[in-house]
């Protein structure tokens, strides 16, 4: 069993920067996948960004590419969400994700992922 919390959310200007951690209790094996999803008011849960836990490789939405960076820290069984030149739109709770098997075609999928984090606020302002 794994237990996500997230932390790291809150107010921002537009154009700053926030960093988003999420700490896992619990063994993290070289198969898992960790994701960040994000939920705006109204809106369904979509895919922000994912790392590989084996080789630390990453995947992004599109709308994300050059702004944030998805990281793991092995040793602290933490993964991070580094959100540059943050939009009003980026406006969201931001979940933190595992799947203990990574699939190619499903990553991107919230129903690809067993456990979820509480989520964090991220609120960027005009």
């Known amino acids: 069993q794994v237990q996500l919390v997230e932390s790291g959310g809150g107010l921002v200007q537009a154009g700053g920067s926030l960093r988003l951690s999420c700490a896992a209790s619990?063994?993290?094996?070289?198969?898992?996948?960790m994701a960040w999803f994000r939920q705006a008011p109204g809106k369904e849960r979509e895919f922000v960004a994912a790392?590989?836990?084996?080789?630390?490789?990453?995947y992004y939405a599109d709308f994300v590419k050059g702004r944030f960076t998805i990281s793991r820290d092995n040793a602290k069984n933490t993964v991070y969400l580094q959100m540059n030149s943050l939009k009003p739109e980026d406006t969201a709770v931001y979940y933190c994700?595992?799947?203990?098997?990574?699939?190619?075609?499903?990553?991107?999928?919230?129903?690809?992922?067993?456990?979820w984090g509480q989520g964090t606020q991220v609120t960027v302002s005009s």
């Open positions: 619990g063994r993290i094996f070289s198969s898992y996948v």
């Open positions: 994700a595992a799947s203990r098997f990574w699939e190619p075609s499903r990553y991107y999928y919230a129903s690809f992922y067993s456990y």
């Open positions: 790392v590989r836990w084996s080789d630390e490789r990453t």
